[in-house]
């Protein structure tokens, strides 16, 4: 896996920690068990998908928590801004406010740390501010709660301009023995239930395997990610849709020190990924993406500062 554990000393026997990253000292070798259901698989995702991103992004991050994130997508000839703060609002509750200067909008995210609210988190985000008193519509366009308790952890998503559906989703490790299982589906207010699916994860050794089913379970995903070498994962995913024969897959490399990675899919293209440090407090992401088909190539960078 990608991501590193705290410097905090563990036990040299392989531990899978609920919604942690825990190393084994001798190899490290880290362990993602899922918290929520869109956990399921993430070793895997973050070998494969995370920060593949063919666009040109500056983030900038101050001391008191303000982070300023401008994309160029050159492709699309498109601008985003994208300015994120965060501050302790009470004793126990932090609020990430979001302004989306395109979309006009803002998110915010409540998430409490106090003994009795431990694992509790609010999302609430508005539509375009500019067309609200047009259309007289609702402030508020989406709101989500998520709670992690134990070894479980739920969320629930509903529209608010139009609240017609709620989106749930649970996840547990009920099974025990690293295995982390997940249920998420789409109700609406009538009770009806418009999708679901389901979605497995076991923690092995130093292997992570995982199943889910989506779309009525029409579509199947199967992946694993392992540990091959003292600084190399690999991960392979494939997807297969029952009732249209499909088939697509991915398999990839990432060096854990130097940051290094490269993904081949069945569309026949090749992501390759660097992260370059700069100077102190500033580092680059570079993806380039190669089709080989067509002999063409995308590249993008983005740059993470902190000031």
């Given at each position: 896996?990608?991501?590193?554990?705290?410097?905090?000393?563990?036990?040299?026997?392989?531990?899978?920690?609920?919604?942690?990253?825990?190393?084994?000292?001798?190899?490290?070798?880290?362990?993602?068990?899922?918290?929520?259901?869109?956990?399921?698989?993430?070793?895997?995702?973050?070998?494969?998908?995370?920060?593949?991103?063919?666009?040109?992004?500056?983030?900038?991050?101050?001391?008191?928590?303000?982070?300023?994130?401008?994309?160029?997508?050159?492709?699309?000839?498109?601008?985003?801004?994208?300015?994120?703060?965060?501050?302790?609002?009470?004793?126990?509750?932090?609020?990430?406010?979001?302004?989306?200067?395109?979309?006009?909008?803002?998110?915010?995210?409540?998430?409490?740390?106090?003994?009795?609210?431990?694992?509790?988190?609010?999302?609430?985000?508005?539509?375009?501010?500019?067309?609200?008193?047009?259309?007289?519509?609702?402030?508020?366009?989406?709101?989500?709660?998520?709670?992690?308790?134990?070894?479980?952890?739920?969320?629930?998503?509903?529209?608010?301009?139009?609240?017609?559906?709620?989106?749930?989703?649970?996840?547990?490790?009920?099974?025990?023995?690293?295995?982390?299982?997940?249920?998420?589906?789409?109700?609406?207010?009538?009770?009806?239930?418009?999708?679901?699916?389901?979605?497995?994860?076991?923690?092995?050794?130093?292997?992570?395997?995982?199943?889910?089913?989506?779309?009525?379970?029409?579509?199947?995903?199967?992946?694993?990610?392992?540990?091959?070498?003292?600084?190399?994962?690999?991960?392979?995913?494939?997807?297969?849709?029952?009732?249209?024969?499909?088939?697509?897959?991915?398999?990839?490399?990432?060096?854990?020190?130097?940051?290094?990675?490269?993904?081949?899919?069945?569309?026949?293209?090749?992501?390759?990924?660097?992260?370059?440090?700069?100077?102190?407090?500033?580092?680059a992401n570079v993806v380039v993406q190669a089709?080989?088909?067509?002999?063409?190539?995308?590249?993008?960078?983005?740059?993470d500062i902190k000031a």
């Open positions: 896996c990608p991501q590193r554990a705290s410097d905090a000393r563990v036990e040299k026997k392989h531990r899978c920690t609920l919604g942690t990253f825990t190393p084994r000292e001798d190899d490290d070798v880290v362990i993602i068990m899922a918290t929520y259901f869109s956990e399921i698989g993430k070793s895997i995702s973050n070998v494969l998908t995370k920060d593949l991103k063919l666009v040109d992004k500056i983030t900038v991050t101050t001391a008191d928590g303000a982070k300023s994130e401008t994309c160029v997508n050159t492709s699309a000839s498109s601008l985003t801004h994208k300015t994120t703060i965060t501050r302790d609002i009470i004793d126990g509750i932090k609020a990430d406010i979001v302004l989306d200067a395109n979309a006009r909008s803002v998110s915010t995210t409540l998430t409490a740390n106090d003994v009795i609210l431990n694992g509790l988190k609010v999302d609430l985000k508005t539509g375009n501010l500019t067309t609200i008193s047009e259309v007289k519509a609702n402030v508020l366009e989406k709101a989500s709660l998520q709670y992690k308790t134990g070894g479980m952890g739920m969320k629930c998503e509903m529209p608010l301009a139009s609240p017609n559906t709620v989106s749930v989703n649970v996840c547990s490790d009920i099974l025990g023995s690293g295995t982390s299982v997940g249920v998420d589906g789409t109700l609406t207010t009538s009770g009806q239930v418009q999708s679901y699916g389901v979605a497995l994860q076991k923690c092995q050794g130093d292997a992570t395997y995982a199943v889910a089913a989506d779309n009525g379970l029409d579509r199947l995903k199967f992946g694993m990610s392992t540990k091959l070498s003292s600084d190399m994962n690999g991960a392979i995913e494939c997807v297969v849709g029952r009732s249209s024969g499909s088939l697509a897959y991915a398999v990839g490399l990432q060096n854990s020190n130097t940051g290094a990675r490269a993904v081949y899919n069945s569309q026949g293209t090749v992501d390759l990924a660097k992260e370059v440090s700069i100077c102190d407090g500033a580092k089709h080989l088909a067509s002999k063409t190539y995308k590249t993008g960078v983005a740059f």
